[in-house]
């Protein structure tokens, strides 16, 4: 069974910085890319950033762009999304899920994430 | 930027059948994905590839996708489908995953 845990998120101040991390099971995650996509508070779904299998491709969108880090280690079949410069719109349920081409097929069950003083 | 266009709510009373449609500058060329998302709950794929269905989805769930428009249909809906639905393509032009606004479907 595939399984996706995120992890990382909490409360932090603006400007400040936090770790996600995506545990990844039932699957042989070298093979996958991947991606973060994060939703705000009763808002909608917003794509975040994406990475290849092998981590040699990354795109970011726009308003995470120089802020964000996306990583992967394959061997402990783990994802990571590094957040720096972090602001009050940045806060979001972050999700982490698989694939692209064919639609992102699995998604973990996400972590939140709360910018505020 | 690519931008996909949903109305942000459709009502259908149960039995009937939805239409979601799904808005962008020639999105027949691109690939369009909808997921479902009920409350508290992570989204699921329903659609992939314009019209092919992930195991365990329900026939009743349909997609096609021409011109500037691609629509998510479910007939016989049922109460369990009230949730909201989400588009998505990837915009080769500019490597970038984008989301449509999302859809509240209400079963009446």
């Known amino acids: 069974e595939v399984q996706l845990v995120e992890s990382g998120g909490g409360l932090v101040q603006p400007g400040g910085s936090l770790r996600l991390s995506c545990a990844a099971s039932?699957?042989?995650?070298?093979?996958?890319?991947m991606n973060w996509v994060r939703q705000a508070p009763g808002k909608g779904l917003e794509w975040v950033s994406y990475?290849?299998?092998?981590?040699?491709?990354?795109y970011y969108a726009d308003s995470v762009k120089g802020r964000f880090t996306i990583s992967r280690d394959n061997a402990k079949n783990s994802l990571y999304l590094q957040m720096n410069s972090l602001r009050a719109e940045d806060t979001a349920v972050y999700y982490c899920?698989?694939?692209?081409?064919?639609?992102?097929?699995?998604w973990g069950q996400g972590t939140l994430v709360t910018v505020s003083s | 930027s690519y931008v996909l266009t949903q109305p942000p709510s459709v009502s259908v009373a149960p039995g009937k059948t939805a239409r979601i449609t799904c808005g962008g500058n020639?999105?027949?060329?691109?690939?369009v994905h909808w997921y479902q998302q009920k409350p508290g709950q992570a989204p699921v794929l329903v659609i992939y590839?314009?019209?092919d269905r992930p195991s365990g989805i329900p026939e009743r769930f349909s997609g096609s996708n021409s011109g500037n428009t691609a629509t998510l249909t479910i007939s016989r809906v049922e109460a369990g489908d009230e949730a909201d639905y989400y588009c998505?393509?990837?915009?080769?032009?500019?490597?970038?995953?984008?989301f449509g606004g999302g859809t509240k479907l209400t079963v009446l």
């Open positions: 998505q393509v990837w915009d080769s032009s500019s490597d970038l995953v984008v």
């Open positions: 899920a698989r694939d692209l081409a064919t639609g992102m097929a699995y």
């Open positions: 990475i290849s299998s092998s981590g040699s491709t990354i």
């Open positions: 020639n999105i027949g060329s691109k690939s």
């Open positions: 590839y314009d019209s």
């Open positions: 039932g699957f042989t995650f070298s093979s996958y890319e």
